[in-house]
């Protein structure tokens, strides 16, 4: 049984939709979606497929959405949000900015849409969890250079942050990436280097971390938070585990956290609504039963 066979059999004809990565099996958007499933009691179903990383299984992806008619569309995640976007119908012009999409959603007339719902997952998230903080309240820094913080630094500059502070590894990539999302009303985007992450957190009102460091795995994220001030809120987008080295050092010293998974959990919301017709928000039920899924 192929993949697709596998989901159709699970889906039995009800309404459908996916998460699409290679590999797959690690991913918790089905108990996400499943969650809200069952709580607006909706017949539909949303699973699995493994699709690898060649074009041609991206073309097949694509060729299955528009012709099974129980399709709603599908969640991208690593390494798909960008090989994607040549091979769907139209793309929203804020995955068109971001340059990447993580949802696809299935039109009447069969056509497919990509959009990108990472940028309102995390400030969804940091509304929730922070809601003190404003954009207005003064300079961001973000650490990372990758598709992630391009999400996060289009949601922060459309926002109306006054100054955004980006520091990465590889410079350059921070350089690539200040340019490309730099407004043009006067605000400012500040470009440093690895060796001064911690000077950059200097008078900072919010501090996100949108590196793989600190993920189960990977190396811990090594940064000294003295200079940052105490009431600054900090944000590691890493959800596994939920209580990274960062969030451990900042919450002892006071600064309020955001973790991960609420912005996994909030960047489903939109998917949702345009696959199974239902506005859902998240609970604090629903992280439980995310958390538990992932082990934690």
């Known amino acids: 049984?192929?993949?697709?066979?596998?989901?159709?059999?699970?889906?039995?004809?009800?309404?459908?939709?996916?998460?699409?990565?290679?590999?797959?099996?690690?991913?918790?958007?089905?108990?996400?979606?499943?969650?809200?499933?069952?709580?607006?009691?909706?017949?539909?179903?949303?699973?699995?497929?493994?699709v690898e990383p060649r074009r041609a299984a991206l073309e097949e992806l694509v060729a299955f959405l528009r012709r099974t008619p129980n399709a709603r569309g599908?969640?991208?995640?690593?390494?798909?949000?960008i090989n994607i976007l040549p091979l769907l119908d139209r793309i929203d012009p804020i995955a068109r900015r971001i340059g990447a999409v993580n949802t696809v959603v299935k039109q009447a007339d069969g056509s497919l849409?990509?959009?990108?719902?990472?940028?309102?997952?995390?400030?969804?998230?940091l509304k929730y969890n922070a809601p003190h903080w404003t954009t207005a309240s003064g300079p961001?820094?973000?650490?990372?250079?990758?598709?992630?913080?391009?999400?996060?630094?289009?949601?922060?500059?459309?926002?109306?942050?006054?100054e955004l502070r980006l520091v990465n590894r590889t410079r350059q990539s921070a350089v690539e990436l200040g340019i490309a999302f730099t407004p043009d009303d006067g605000?400012?985007?500040?470009i440093g280097s690895w060796s001064e992450r911690a000077e950059l957190l200097e008078g900072a009102t919010l501090l996100v971390n949108t590196t793989s460091l600190g993920m189960k795995g990977q190396p811990a994220l090594d940064i000294d938070l003295a200079p940052l001030?105490?009431?600054?809120?900090?944000?590691?987008i890493v959800y596994v585990p939920l209580e990274t080295s960062l969030l451990a050092a900042a919450?002892?010293?006071?600064?309020?956290?955001?973790?991960?998974?609420?912005?996994?959990?909030h960047q489903g919301r939109p998917g949702f609504a345009a696959w199974f017709g239902k506005e859902v928000d998240v609970s604090t039920e629903q992280r439980r039963a995310v958390a538990a899924d992932l082990g934690v």
């Open 1 to 50: 049984m192929t993949p697709y066979e596998k989901l159709l059999a699970e889906a039995r004809g009800r309404p459908f939709a996916a998460i699409v990565a290679w590999p797959v099996e690690h991913s918790r958007s089905p108990a996400l979606h499943g969650f809200w499933l069952r709580q607006n009691r909706i017949d539909g179903y949303y699973g699995r497929l493994p």
């Open 74 to 81: 599908c969640n991208l995640t690593l390494p798909h949000k």
């Open 113 to 125: 849409e990509g959009r990108n719902t990472d940028g309102f997952g995390f400030l969804e998230a």
């Open 140 to 162: 961001v820094a973000v650490l990372g250079a990758g598709g992630a913080a391009r999400a996060v630094v289009a949601s922060l500059i459309d926002a109306g942050v006054p």
């Open 187 to 190: 605000r400012r985007i500040v």
């Open 229 to 236: 001030p105490r009431e600054a809120v900090v944000y590691d």
């Open 251 to 265: 919450r002892a010293r006071g600064n309020r956290c955001v973790d991960g998974l609420g912005m996994l959990l």
